[in-house]
């Protein structure tokens, strides 16, 4: 992709992050954008100016971009494809939503009879319960780094799954009721998102056994939506039938008090968190991980055998402290969870980049394959 900055061209991958966008010096302006057959090919980049160290928003791609630097959790993304050299891969419906839909990536050749246990490795993307810009190709950066890996051999995993979840509205991105059809139509409310999770984990197990054999990954609000699937089992009134605990959970940057980072940030966390489970605080402590009346280590005699916390310093969405309430909480229950503070990259730039997710899940199948 050629990039013009000013008069000035600049080679960058097409699959261009925040990051390398940033690094150009650039934070609000238009880009007019050339398209070639199936991709743009070339931006053009006008008005630029100083940069500030946050992330980019871009619009939906259009002819001509407006943008301008906005919230440090945003970033630009350039539509992903799914196919990953080596892998074949599926798509699956779950439900009659059109986001009720799981992603499936497996070896071309897969090994026969692993001597050691084997793994899937499974991800629910974040986005504040409402963005369409995440679905289930956030996960090919860091499917991509695994394979890569030297420590993750091809005989520990058994496969690569995605889920996507139907969405709370979000003001930005509105739709006409009237004209959309219904299984479009982005208007969900807890505990809509972890009933669709809870779902395509049961629908994985019944079309790929996956039982307990397999690593689930959440971002941001994945986070908090992988520990609800434990949560689930501990509430008088369920939020939907039971799926299979994973063999090992692992929250990235994961919101886990709703009502805590509403009161440590501004007027936006309120917004995303009432579009998502409405204004009722005692409801927000309620789906609240590290809120959890109950007791994790009993819902879990057998399952999740680990816990990983990871959080970035560099994080300016998602602060240290949804990694500390948690952290705490499953200590009290009694579990000794692995934790990594020291991660790198903005919130989005971490499953972008895929590279320190990719890190996190060859860490748990070790783990794993050590027990």
Known sequence: MRVSLRSNPVLVPSTCTARQIQKQGITKGKITAKKGLNSIHSLIFCNPVSAPRLPLQFAQPTSQWNWTLQHPQRRVTMASSPDIPGLKYASHQYGQHQLQQVGVWQFEEPETAPSTPAYWIIFVHGGGWRDPRNNINDFVPSIKHMLALDDLPKSAVRGFASLDYRLSPHPRFPQDPTSTPANEF????????????????????AEYGIGNDYVLIGHSAGGTLVHQVIMNSGISDSWGPVAPFPAALISIAGIHHLRGIVDRHDTFYETFVIDAFGPDRLAWDAASPAKFPGSFKTLCPEFPRLFILAASTEDTAIDMPELDIMEAKLIKDGITPLVFRNLHLEHDNIWEDGSQVATLAARAVAELQQR
Not at 186 to 205: K, M
């Open 186 to 205: 982005r208007q969900a409310q807890h505990p809509h998102h972890v009933q669709d999770v809870l779902a395509a984990l049961r629908f994985l197990n």
